[in-house]
């Protein structure tokens, strides 16, 4: 990995360990190594635009999903609940958010999206863009998947 590859994914890791102590007071970790497909059906994408043109992609199962829902609304939520799309839309702008809140200036001169959420899971999905990088994440056993492009 270049040294711009190693300083995003640590703004990434730290951006997420930030919003999941502080939102949902849970610790979350990077998966280091090989890890096992996450089955991504619940996908939610946040475009950058400006200083930094990409998106930021947050997918999970829909048990995951529904875990991370709960985790964040304070209330048990079914696999298809709509609250799980938005909980996981929200979680994907946060970490978003983060990420770019560590960006140094003129970088952080970007905005960035409101969420769109899907459940046509991963399949097909090609980054529009040169960098490219995803990372695992854990909390309690759950994994999602962070993808960042630009």
């Known amino acids: 990995m270049s040294n711009t590859q190693d300083e995003a994914v ?9 919003v999941f102590e502080t939102m949902l007071e849970r610790s979350c970790d990077p998966l280091e190594g090989e890890v096992d497909t996450v ?4 996908v939610a994408r946040i475009q950058f635009t400006g200083a930094v043109d990409g998106e930021c992609l947050l997918y999970a199962s829909q048990a995951t999903a529904s875990v991370t829902a709960e985790a964040l609304l304070g ?3 079914e696999p ?12 994907c702008n946060m970490i978003a958010g983060g990420w770019k809140s560590k960006l140094a200036s003129p970088d952080s001169n970007c905005s960035i ?4 959420v899907t459940r046509d899971g991963l399949e097909g999905y090609q980054a529009k863009f040169g960098t490219k990088f995803s990372r695992k994440y ?11 492009a630009f």
Not at 10 to 18: G, N, P
Not at 39 to 42: F, V
Not at 80 to 91: F, Q, S, T
Request: aromatic share 4%; no cysteine; net charge negative.
């Open 10 to 18: 640590t703004r990434l890791d730290s951006a997420v360990a930030e």
């Open 39 to 42: 089955e991504g059906r619940i």
């Open 75 to 77: 209330t048990p939520s």
């Open 80 to 91: 298809h609940d709509p609250m799980v799309d938005d909980a996981i839309g929200e979680l």
């Open 113 to 116: 999206s409101t969420p769109a």
């Open 138 to 148: 854990s909390f309690q056993g759950n994994v999602f998947g962070v993808v960042l």
